[in-house]
Antibody
């Protein structure tokens, strides 16, 4: 079955950087788009970024554009999210999520368990 | 960005009754809409994609309808396990966006 395992979360000071990773298994990673979706404590879901199967074209939410970078390493079955210039409002659980199609223009059909990022001084 | 507005914010329903949840898009997203269910402490679960197609394993009491800017998720004969928060998600335009969620609670 599909497994998505995030790592890299933790406590970081405002203005610093953090890189999240997500290792995928149970499906052919190189054939699907993948997303990052976050959820602040007690709040709703917020779409963060997505990348298609071939990494041609990367897409970002307005609140993270210019600060976050999504990338993937297909041979390693791994998705990344480089988060720069972090702000308190970036505090959330970050979910790695599999697209229902090869493109990133698709619904999410599987979710990881999430990794918590806390931005605080 | 396309704003997704869900209503109501909270819906109180008795077990066995039906529930109708609405999701409105600020611009047309065609049928590029999905619904997810999230229970406390759990990750979201895909229920509906393409506005009206049920995901694998989703009970037939869940149904989706609509296109363009107006969408509905109907849960007929609510079961105890259906009390949760429901989110709509548009993937028809960038950036993708979620609605703020509708909480279905026991009346």
């Amino acid at each position: 079955q599909v497994q998505l395992v995030e790592s890299g979360g933790g406590v970081v000071q405002p203005g610093r950087s953090l890189r999240l990773s997500c290792v995928a298994s149970g499906f052919t990673f190189s054939r699907y788009g993948v997303h990052w979706v976050r959820q602040a404590p007690g709040k709703g879901l917020e779409w963060v970024a997505a990348i298609p199967y071939d990494a041609i074209g990367k897409y970002y939410g307005d609140s993270v554009k210019g600060r976050f970078i999504i990338s993937r390493d297909n041979p390693k079955n791994t998705l990344y999210l480089q988060m720069n210039n972090l702000r308190a409002e970036d505090t959330a659980v970050y979910y790695c999520a599999k697209s229902g199609a090869y493109s990133a223009s698709s619904f999410v059909d599987s979710w990881g368990q999430g990794t918590l990022v806390t931005v605080s001084s | 960005e396309i704003v997704m507005t869900q209503s109501p914010a909270t819906l109180s329903v008795s077990p066995g009754e039906s529930a109708t949840l609405s999701c409105r898009a600020s611009e047309s997203v065609s049928s590029n809409l999905a619904w997810y269910q999230q229970k406390p402490g759990q990750v979201p679960r895909l229920l509906i994609y393409g506005a009206s197609s049920r995901a694998t394993g989703v009970p037939a009491r869940f149904s989706g309808s609509g296109s363009g800017t107006e969408f509905t998720l109907t849960i007929s004969s609510l079961q105890s396990e259906d009390f949760a928060v429901y989110y709509c998600h548009q993937f028809g335009d960038w950036p993708q966006t979620f609605g703020q969620g509708t909480k279905v609670e026991i009346k």
